[in-house]
Structures are given as C-alpha cells and as structure tokens.
C-alpha cells in the first residue's frame, strides 16, 4: 500500500516508517523540518520511501500526495501544552483545523489512521478510562487534538487511537516526555524533584505504538471506525511509582515537594482492553525501555530536541 505520513520526521514518524517499509509498504513523508533534525537520513537510500519538505497547512501539497495514498496518517501537530500554549494559532491550525480538512477532502475508501491523546481525558476522579469515558480535556493542546478525533470519526474508514505517554528511543529524540525526562535526569543529574506525585498517568513504548498502528492496518475489517485506548496496562502508575522504577537501574535521589504545584495537572487511569481484545498485545515494558533510554543519554549530552 501506498502511505502518505505527515509530521513524519518527529519522534513517532521517524520510527514508524520502518515498520511499513518493512513490511512492503511505500511512504511518502511530509514534514517542515521545524527543528532541523535529520532523523529520516537512515531511509534517505529506501526506494519505497519519498521526502516532501513542505507545510502541513500548505493544501497543495498536501492535496497533490493525498491523490495517491492508499493510507492517511496525520501525524503533524505541535505536541503538548506548553508549545501549544506558545503557538495558539499555529496549534489550532495544525492539531485541528487541517486534520478536519483532510477528514472532509479524503476519499472513502481512503484508510485514515489518527493519533489522538490520553490528554483528552482530563481528570479521571479516580474511576478507569475506557473508549466510552466522556473526554475532559484541559488543556489547548486536548482539546484541538480531540476536536480532530471528532473530525474523523464522522467519516468513514477510520481508527483513531487515543496514545498513553509514549517513551523509549527515536530517531528523533525526545526528553521532555515523562519517562524519558526522568531517566535523563536520573543519569546527568541524579536527582529528581516531583511534585504532586500522586497524579496517574498510563504510558507505552514507542515500538508498541508503532506496532499498534501496523496492527490495524493489517486487520483493518475487525478495526476500522472505531477508538482504541494504546497503552501497557501494567504501566498505570503515579509519578512516584514511575521515578521509583526509574531509581531501580540507576542512582536516583527522589525527593518530594508539596509546596507548589505542578503544572500539568493530567491525572487518569487508563484501559487498552479494547484493542487487547482484538489480539494486539504490548511488547515492551517499562524496564526495556529505561535500559534502552540510559544506553541513548549515555551517547547524547542534551536533552535533544525536545518540544519546548
């Protein structure tokens, strides 16, 4: 199949295009090169892989690779609450207004597979969110990227997927993601201060999220047009709990502090049975990937490209 994958050199694209080109697949990515990175180089010689530099909200573009895709998979977006709250404009514009123009400009039998957020859930109040928890979301970056769910759910041949925190390594390296933040820390900084540690959140590897999108794709009767939860379920943990484990492979100090708050405020539990159901199972734990992400911060010296 022909798939056309947009924001394709961030930290989830860069690693996901080697699963569809491993499996046959040819891609067309399109990316603006925001933060002038190169994680695509390694496919540059793939004779099933096509680079298209260009603006997500440019519709030229965008409408010339859309003619002959097989597959949409709209991962463009500027990524968590702070940029979004950076960029209001920029963040509607990208996380929504153009992902309902693709939802509105697809043709039918065009396969759409769209990346939501646990983001969208809010806060929890202690229950477990599942597929039919009612969305809350609290932050710009939520609510576009749920207004965009939306979009494509009322055409036909789509899954949205709603992500956990996503952590591990990437061609595109991110260490402002929870786990990945606290293991950086963890190995050049050796201590850690949390705040409101009690908040829960659910995480899943990046080759998980990968394989999820793969799964579908390659079930895509038994799947489409409906809403997946993608996360480990036996990574539902406090922020605590999450640096304790982190502390398990290296010489973390945690300390505690009540006396200002945390300016994310996202706390939920969450529930994959749905996709689990189907026959998608998680690969990777929570120790694969720490192992994984001190062997990357003991190569690289920054934080690296994280989305500030």
């Given at each position: ?74 991962l ?29 400009n ?15 859930y ?13 969305l ?48 950086y ?26 394989r999820?999108?793969m ?18 379920d036996?990574?539902?943990m ?71």
């Amino acid at each position: 199949m022909k798939i056309l994958i947009t924001g394709a050199a961030g930290y989830l694209g860069s690693e996901m295009i080697q699963h569809f080109l491993d499996a046959d697949h040819s891609v067309v990515a399109i990316d603006n090169l925001m933060y002038e990175h190169t994680s695509l180089l390694r496919y540059a010689t793939t004779d099933k892989f096509k680079f298209v530099k260009g603006d997500i909200r440019n519709k030229d573009i965008l409408s010339e690779h859309m003619a002959a895709a097989d597959v949409i998979i709209p991962l463009a977006a500027l990524v968590g609450f702070p940029l979004c709250d950076q960029s209001p404009r920029d963040a509607k514009e990208i996380n929504f207004e153009i992902n309902e123009w693709i939802a509105k400009n697809k043709r039918p039998e065009q396969k759409v597979i769209y990346p939501c957020t646990n983001s969208g859930y809010g806060t929890s109040a202690g229950g477990v969110c599942t597929e039919e928890s009612p969305l809350n979301p609290i932050s710009l970056y939520g609510v576009t990227k749920v207004q965009a769910e939306k979009a494509y759910k009322e055409v036909d041949n789509h899954v949205t997927f709603r992500l956990a925190t996503v952590f591990g390594p990437s061609s595109r390296m991110r260490a402002d993601l929870l786990v990945n933040n606290f293991v950086y820390k963890a190995l050049k900084e050796r201590i850690l201060v949390l705040y409101e540690c009690k908040f829960m959140r659910n995480y899943v590897h990046i080759q998980d999220v990968c394989r999820a999108f793969m799964f579908v794709l390659e079930n895509w009767d038994k799947c489409k047009n409906e809403t997946y939860n993608v996360g480990n379920d036996s990574i539902n943990m406090n922020k605590l709990q999450l640096a304790q484990k982190v502390a398990e492979h290296t010489q973390l100090e945690i300390m505690t502090a009540e006396f200002t708050s945390d300016p994310d405020v996202r706390d939920y539990i969450v529930s994959s049975q749905k996709i689990y159901d189907l026959g998608f199972e998680c690969k990777y734990d929570l120790d694969d990937g720490i192992r994984q992400l001190l062997n990357v911060y003991s190569i690289i010296d920054s934080p690296w490209y994280g989305n500030y």
